[in-house]
């Protein structure tokens, strides 16, 4: 029987969705106006939802797993367990304030109103910091509320931060990092759950290549050691003899977060004609 995934309709996390599918191998075409699709090479049925519905839907195991933004999922508080983080949709929950507003911390908020579409993550935050303030929930556009005086702050959502700063408003404080997460059912029978341990063991594939690059570089025998030391390699880097007496070329695999530094590094330890190509699957 074919696993159940729920993802986003139409919305910021759709796209990435659906990229993840395909790079793990399994073909879906985007919702549109379809409620849900099959894939043609894993026995994997799509049911493109409202964000902010997939976590009941995977709450009653309509969907097995669902694929939601932190933010969504703390919200609803629904009966699900998370299984991956895939690292795409990445916001935070902040607390955004008047520009003028000088914020001292929490105990600003003391007696004020707030707007957001997450009462249930302000409240907990509101109870944390032991201050009483007024939630007034409004279901989207909650950064014009303080211009037009239905509150004097706002709980929203936040990435680049320019909305904020174009309706007069300043992030003040963070409550919530998130991204978007794999999460799962509370019980699933052993041949979904086979399914699924399939599926994530192809988005780690996935996302690990994602986060390294292959490198091939020559460099004269000499500094080979010096070289050696500074490349990990899945296991530990590929050397060949080059054509051209007392060269050689070396292979190796480098992590996205150290790739300039490393390349400045082998330069000066003197590699020539370095080439980084992207990798498609990493199986580890
Ligand atoms: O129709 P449906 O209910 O499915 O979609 P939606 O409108 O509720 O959600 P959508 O598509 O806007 O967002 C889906 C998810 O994307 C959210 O639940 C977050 O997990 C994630 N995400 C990531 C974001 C943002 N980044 C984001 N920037 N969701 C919303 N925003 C908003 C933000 O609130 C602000 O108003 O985008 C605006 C622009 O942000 P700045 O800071 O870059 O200006
Ligand atoms: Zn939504």
Redesign the pocket.
Known sequence: MNLKLAI??????SEDSIKLLNDCGIGIKSGGNQLKAVSEHFPLEVYFL???DIPQYVEDAVAHIGIV????LFEKQKNVSIVESLGF???RLSIAVKKGDEYTGSQFLQGKKLATSYPVLTQQFLNKNEISAEIHEISGSV?LAPGIGLADAVC?????????LMNGLKEAETILQ?Q?VLIKTASLEESHQKLLNQLVFRIRSVRKAQNNKYILLNAPNHSIDKIIALLPGMKSPTVLPLANEGWSSVHSVVSEDEFWEKIEALKDAGAQGILVVPIEKMIV
Do not use: F, I, P
């Open positions: 986003q309709k139409s919305g910021r996390l409202r964000d902010d933004g932190e933010n969504v949709g990445k916001c950064e929203d959502l936040v990435s680049s931060g320019s909305t904020l998130s978007a």
